[in-house]
């Protein structure tokens, strides 16, 4: 597998934990040493315990909202990457969008997650919108 999209595969593996509530699955995503995280609004967390921690209370909440992502791209050097991504939490009609940057190391030949920062972002409903079927002229 090519090393862009072992990372994409990584990040994707970070966002179907979420989906999914899996505490466990979101672990192996994270490295063991060196990570911190800033959810929006959040202050600064470090270390995996403290990470791991925030997690476990928002995988935990039952009504969490749904999140997906989209625009995944990813940049790679020797072996640290990152992905950058937009996150759209929530339905569409109350949507909050915010642009992701994922950090990841690689580690025994795994892409392992060493930092996580979401902000929010201006962006319109039609820009969350699909592109409209191209219009015939006769």
């Known amino acids: 597998m090519k090393d862009v999209d072992a990372i994409l595969a990584a ?5 179907r934990a979420f989906a ?18 800033i959810h929006p609004g959040w202050p600064v967390l470090i270390g995996r315990r403290p990470v791991l921690k925030s997690y476990r209370n928002i995988l935990g909440n039952p009504n969490r909202e749904r999140i997906e992502h989209r625009e995944d791209t990813a940049m790679i050097f020797q072996d640290e990457g990152r992905v950058m991504c937009i996150e759209i939490i929530g339905t569409a009609d109350e ?23 979401a902000s929010p972002i201006a962006i319109t409903d039609a820009d969350l919108a699909p592109d409209p079927p191209p219009q015939l002229l006769n």
């Open 95 to 117: 949507a909050v969008v915010l642009a992701a940057t994922n950090w990841f190391r690689r580690i025994d030949g795994a892409w392992r997650m060493i930092h996580h920062q």
């Open 11 to 15: 990040n994707a593996a970070y966002y």
């Open 20 to 37: 999914h509530g899996d505490s466990a699955a979101m672990g192996r995503v994270w490295a063991d040493d060196d990570v911190s995280c």
